[in-house]
């Protein structure tokens, strides 16, 4: 006997998971809270998703694949190396400004806070994402030496390591409700005097 078919479409469920984790945290989202997102009843969910957890990672590794796919375009699109940079950083500061509903802060950073350290599933998805967006800016940073946009004595992994905590605290910041502009005049302060 064959089931019946999905009748709804699985990327925009996850996208209203996502948001509904997004805002609210892991252990804070409720099952009531994603039924109430997503628009299905529980055992659809639970037979399309598997349990929570399942959910949320599925959730949380379409928002890192967003992520990098913003970094990617960012970076092929950029005019110059450290041009590239500025665009990915401040692209995502405007994430959440330009896309409707979209909650404050980041994702991956409050993934980080309350889960990574004692998910072991989540943390692994962490380890690679922060992987791949450090390798990325190193490239950037070392191509930027090569054409002389970044004086040559200064090194692309000590950057690279300084902007991602002060993204990471600038998500943080961000929850608190502070402006996207406050928080694009401490990325240029930030860039101006690291590059």
């Known amino acids: 006997m064959v089931g019946r078919p999905r009748e709804f479409d699985t990327e925009q469920v996850l996208e209203a998971a996502m948001r509904a984790f997004w805002a609210n945290g892991f252990e804070s989202t409720s099952l009531a809270d994603l039924v109430s997102a997503t628009g299905l009843h529980k055992g659809s969910l639970y037979q399309a998703f598997g349990d929570k957890h399942s959910l949320f990672v599925q959730s949380l590794n379409r928002y890192l694949a967003d992520v990098r796919l913003h970094k990617n375009e960012a970076l092929a699109n950029a005019k110059s190396p450290l041009s590239g940079i500025r665009d990915v950083l ?106």
């Open 90 to 195: 401040h692209g995502f500061i405007d994430k959440s400004e330009t896309n409707v509903g979209c909650p404050k802060g980041c994702l991956a950073v409050k993934t980080l806070v309350e889960m990574a350290p004692d998910d072991v599933e989540v943390q692994d998805i962490m380890d690679s994402h922060k992987a791949n967006m450090k390798k990325s800016m190193i490239t950037q940073l070392e191509a930027a030496q090569k054409i002389g946009e970044l004086d040559a004595d200064k090194s692309p992994e000590m950057i690279t390591h300084l902007l991602m905590i002060f993204m990471d605290g600038l998500a943080t910041w961000a929850n608190s409700g502070a402006s996207c502009e406050e928080g694009h005049a401490l990325l240029d302060g930030q860039l101006d005097a690291l590059l």
